[in-house]
Nanobody, 111 residues
Framework: VQLVESGGGLVQPGGSLRLSCAAS????????IHWFRQAPGKEREGVSC????????YYADSVKGRFTISRDNAKNTVYLHMNSLKPEDTAVYYC?????WGQGTQVTVSS
């Protein structure tokens, strides 16, 4: 079981990024998928999740209206589309599926 996040980077405030979480060793279809983030000196916090059944989604208040989670079961990949990025979105972003974590991808929002 392996999860690999990608797509992070340095972006200016107001910019956009798309994070990917690719799974291998298991099929994402049957699982709810979660995105978390951890900023320096802060606890890891839940950002978004998407269900395995009806595709319902959840967003933390801090990202609601700016981030969108989606899944492509054919590619066994989940995405986090991030728009209108703010400096406070700077963090390492992780995906979590059935208790397994990826290595994270760094997002830095700075001018």
């Amino acid at each position: 079981v392996q999860l690999v996040e990608s797509g992070g980077g340095l972006v200016q405030p107001g910019g956009s990024l798309r994070l990917s979480c690719a799974a291998s060793g298991f099929t994402l279809d049957y699982y709810a998928i979660h995105w978390f983030r951890q900023a320096p000196g802060k606890e890891r916090e839940g950002v978004s999740c998407i269900s395995s059944t009806d595709g319902s989604t959840y967003y933390a208040d801090s990202v609601k209206g700016r981030f969108t989670i989606s899944r492509d079961n054919a590619k066994n990949t989940v995405y986090l589309h991030m728009n209108s990025l703010k400096p406070e979105d700077t963090a390492v972003y992780y995906c979590n599926v059935a208790g397994s974590w990826g290595q994270g991808t760094q997002v830095t929002v700075s001018s």
